[in-house]
């Protein structure tokens, strides 16, 4: 049974950074395309990363140069690694996987979904 269990959500003054994690259970995470996402108070689930077939990852242009998504292949974990946060940045994070062919960023394109994560960001 495939699982993900995430961790490293906290509260953080602005610029400040954290270190999301999302270990996988019952397959391995290079056979899987994956991808993180965020939903704040009232708003849709956005992709903030996401998985190509060929393996290249692809961030949305809010979180350009301040995340950073990526793969430890001997734990089976996903990382997200944020950098310089902002309020705006406030939501639940989840990790996703999906069986190739990659979802993109439409989160009803992944069967596997974290159970999500608070990251709260003060001004």
């Known amino acids: 049974q495939v699982q993900l269990v995430e961790s490293g959500g906290a509260s953080v003054q602005a610029g400040g950074s954290l270190r999301l994690s999302c270990a996988a259970y019952g397959y391995i995470y290079s056979s899987y395309c994956m991808g993180w996402f965020r939903q704040a108070p009232g708003k849709e689930r956005e992709g903030v990363a996401t998985?190509?077939?060929?393996?290249?990852?692809y961030y949305v242009d809010s979180v350009k140069g301040q995340f950073t998504a990526s793969l430890d292949n001997a734990k089976n974990t996903l990382t997200l690694q944020m950098n310089g946060l902002k309020p705006e940045d406030t939501a639940i994070y989840y990790c996703?996987?999906?069986?190739?062919?990659?979802?993109?960023?439409?989160?009803?394109?992944?069967?596997?979904w974290g159970q999500g994560t608070q990251v709260t960001v003060s001004s």
């Open positions: 996703a996987a999906q069986p190739a062919p990659c979802g993109g960023w439409n989160p009803d394109a992944y069967t596997y």
């Open positions: 998985d190509d077939s060929d393996g290249t990852t």
